[in-house]
């Protein structure tokens, strides 16, 4: 993600996930006056995931920021999209809160329009076991019967990513 940060009325980008000597040098751009006066203001984004975009005017801390941009890179697969979801339906705009959610993306299934119910059903088994299947149990679970009664159940919630 690529961030404009500002403080006393002085602003420069920063690429995140960073390194300490990367995000110092940032800090002595806004001219920050101690190592620890980490609390910038968010001017902008750049990045893929437009509810981040809730952070524009806010003050944060650097390090915090950078450690949201740290987790987000450790997503993969599915979990990126969960995340996205799970910003959006629950309207959220703290980084506290974001930071969070990139570590309980597993509560979160997504049964997207394109995606068959065998791999719903498999994304809402491995979330609900903590992504552990024994190999031979594969085959003798049903995954399109899980998602179907996950649909079922109404207890859904519309997002731009899937129900």
Not at 130 to 154: N, P, Q, Y
Request: net charge negative.
């Amino acid at each position: 993600m690529n961030v404009l940060i500002e403080k006393y009325n002085t602003r420069t980008w920063l690429t995140l996930p960073c390194s300490e000597q990367e995000m110092q040098n940032a800090e002595e751009e806004v001219h920050s006056l101690s190592p620890l006066d980490t609390d910038v203001l968010i001017v902008d984004f750049h990045d893929n995931v437009e509810e981040l975009n809730t952070l524009i005017g806010q003050h944060v801390d650097l390090d915090h920021l950078n450690l949201l941009a740290r987790c987000m890179d450790g997503l993969f697969g599915g979990e990126y999209d969960q995340f996205r979801a799970a910003l959006h339906i629950r309207g959220v705009s703290d980084l506290k809160t974001m930071v969070n959610l990139t570590q309980e993306v597993y509560n979160y299934t997504i049964a997207s329009p394109d995606a068959s119910l065998t791999s719903i059903g498999k994304d809402h088994y491995m979330n609900l076991h903590g992504g552990c299947m024994m190999v031979e149990d594969e085959s003798k679970i049903d995954f399109a019967a899980i998602a179907r009664e996950l649909i079922a159940s109404g207890k859904g919630i519309e997002s731009p990513y899937g129900l």
